[in-house]
């Protein structure tokens, strides 16, 4: 099986976070494991995928902004949900997690959180924390694209302790590309409340399987609005 395709690596001599190359080997395990997406080669699902990977793993591990290759360094703004959004700079300093739940509530997220304290959050939570992307709608220069992020709460989260359960997250975005693929614009819409609710314990990891805060109750044989009984089919055994 192919694992994702994380460019820029090691084709020069980078400022590590860590002080080295990060290790996505159990990453890749989980990303394998757990996808529910097999995307042909070539796809603009499996290009959509890895460039939004390796951005990722630029904004964790890279740490001069102007070193981040997947990002037009004078474009780049991201945001969600149509709350603040991060340029470049801005973006990299306070990290991924604050960016996507800037404007949360802060009993769920509190604000000026550090970056490590985000990551440290997740990580006592997930052993490892894949994502994939679902299907692009549109191709360059503005792609359309749903998106899958997923883990098993087999740790504790802010005194929230796991019992293995399968937490997953939905949602879609836009992201404008110049002509070599750089991130110019990236827009994510989801419904970050509800995942934070799960991780605090305050409703059942069920309540967000097969996006249903974003779709609505669908029946799992025909994909169609409704139960399966209003549908007139009968669920699987």
């Not at 991924?96 to 769920?108: F, K, M």
Request: aromatic share 10%; with cysteine.
């Amino acid at each position: 099986m192919r694992v994702p395709v994380r460019s820029h690596m090691d084709d020069e001599d980078y400022d590590f976070r860590f002080g080295a190359p990060p290790d996505y080997d159990l990453a890749n395990l989980a990303y394998l494991s757990g996808k529910t997406m097999r995307h042909a080669e070539g796809s603009l699902e499996q290009v959509v995928e890895d460039l939004v990977k390796t951005w990722e793993f630029e904004r964790s591990h890279k740490l001069d902004p102007a070193k981040h290759k997947t990002v037009d360094q004078e474009k780049f703004m991201v945001g969600h949900d149509g709350k603040k959004m991060f340029n470049n700079i801005e973006a990299n300093q306070v990290g991924n997690y604050n960016v996507l739940l800037e404007g949360v509530a802060p009993d769920l997220w509190a604000p000026g959180q550090s970056w490590h304290d985000t990551h440290q959050h997740l990580k006592d939570a997930f052993s490892a924390f894949p994502w994939e992307i679902l299907k692009v709608f549109s191709g360059p220069p503005t792609v359309a694209f749903s998106w899958r992020h997923w883990a098993h709460f087999t740790g504790t989260y802010k005194g929230n302790k796991g019992e293995g359960q399968l937490v997953e997250m939905f949602g879609f975005g836009t992201a404008t590309v110049s002509d070599t693929l750089q991130l110019q614009e990236v827009n994510v819409y989801y419904k970050p409340e509800e995942w934070l609710e799960v991780m605090q314990g305050k409703r059942p990891s069920s309540d967000l399987s097969g996006a249903k805060s974003l779709l609505g109750p669908c029946c799992p044989v025909t994909g169609l609005a409704g139960d399966c009984e209003a549908s007139g089919s009968a669920p699987h055994a």
